[in-house]
C-alpha cells in the first residue's frame, strides 16, 4: 500500500497528491511516469511524474478527472493509499544525459497546455538546478484553470501565461504566444518542448517548424498498460512504429504522426463514456 500524505485540488477537476513511494522516487528522473492501482481491482492508470523527493520518499502526481478510474483517483484522500504504484517507467528525458556544461550553455522554452503543465514542471526544475536557461508558456482555457503558476515562476526565468478567453496573460492559444516571444520579443532558444493536449502539441511543432526551432513532445496521452503489451500507445514516428510507453514518452516532434495519434487516442473514448456513466449509476 502507498499512502497518500497530501492532496489539494488544483481546480474543480484537477488533483495534485503526494505520495509515499520510497522506490521510486529514488530512482526517479524528468519525463519519466508510473502507474497506480486505487485497489486489487482497479485500473492501471500511468500518470507522469510531477515531482519526486528521493530524501523525503516521495512522488507527486497530478490527475485530472476525466473517465471513471481518474474520478476514483481524485476521490482518494489524504491517509488513504493507493494498492500499487509502479515506476519509474519510460525513458528519461534527453537532457538528464547532457552534462552541466553543456547544459548551462542552452535556452530551453517549454510550451505546457493544460495538466501537461505538471509534467514540465519537474523538467524545467532540474534544468536550472544544472545551469540552463529556461523560459516557460502555459496555456489554458481560462484563468482558474492555470495550475503551477507559483511553483514554475519559482524555478524559470520567464514565464508567460496564456489564455483562450484573455481572463489573463496573452489572449489567444499558445502557438501565438510563441511566435510573439520568439519573433516579436527577439528571444532565441536552442530547444522547445511541448507537453499537453495532442492537438496543441501538433499546431505547437508546426509553429516551431516555421520558427526553425528544435521541438520534443511527450506523448503520455497515449499511454494504458504502460508496458507496451497492450499495444494502445503505437505511434508512427519517423515512418516507424513506436511504442509511447517504453520507447518513450519524449520524441522529435517533427517525426510524430500527430493525425494518427489524435485517432488512437478516440479508439477507447465509447467505452470510457459507457463505463463512467455506469459508475453515476451505481
Partial sequence: ????????????????????????????????????????????????????????????IVTQKIGASTKEICALEAGESFEDVVGPLGLPSDFVEKSDEELKKSRYIFI????????????????????????????????????????????????????????????????????KVVLEDGNKYDQAVAIGPMIMMK???????????????????LMVDGTGMCGACRVTVAGKTRFACVEGPE???????FDEAMRRQGMYRREEIEEDHKCKIR
Wanted: with cysteine; aromatic share 8%.
Fill in 1 to 60: 500500500m502507498y499512502k497518500i500524505l497530501t492532496k489539494e485540488m488544483l481546480s474543480p477537476a484537477i488533483c495534485r497528491m503526494k505520495v509515499l513511494a520510497p522506490r521510486v522516487a529514488s530512482s526517479a528522473h524528468p519525463g519519466q511516469f508510473l502507474i497506480v492501482r486505487v485497489n486489487e481491482h482497479g485500473e492501471r492508470i500511468p500518470l507522469t511524474i510531477s515531482d519526486f523527493d528521493a530524501e523525503e520518499g516521495t512522488v507527486t
Fill in 112 to 179: 505546457a497546455g493544460g495538466v501537461g503543465t505538471a509534467p514540465v514542471y519537474p523538467q524545467v526544475k532540474y534544468l536550472k538546478s544544472h545551469g540552463a536557461y529556461v523560459d516557460v508558456i502555459i496555456g489554458a482555457k481560462t484563468a482558474d484553470l492555470v495550475i503551477y503558476k507559483e511553483e514554475m515562476a519559482a524555478v524559470c526565468d520567464h514565464l508567460y501565461i496564456c489564455t483562450d478567453d484573455g481572463s489573463e496573460g496573452f489572449k489567444g492559444m499558445v502557438t501565438g504566444l510563441l511566435e
Fill in 203 to 221: 499546431f505547437a511543432t508546426l509553429t516551431a517548424k516555421k520558427l526553425g526551432l528544435p521541438i520534443i513532445v511527450s506523448l503520455n496521452t
Fill in 251 to 257: 520524441f522529435n516532434g517533427y517525426d510524430v504522426d
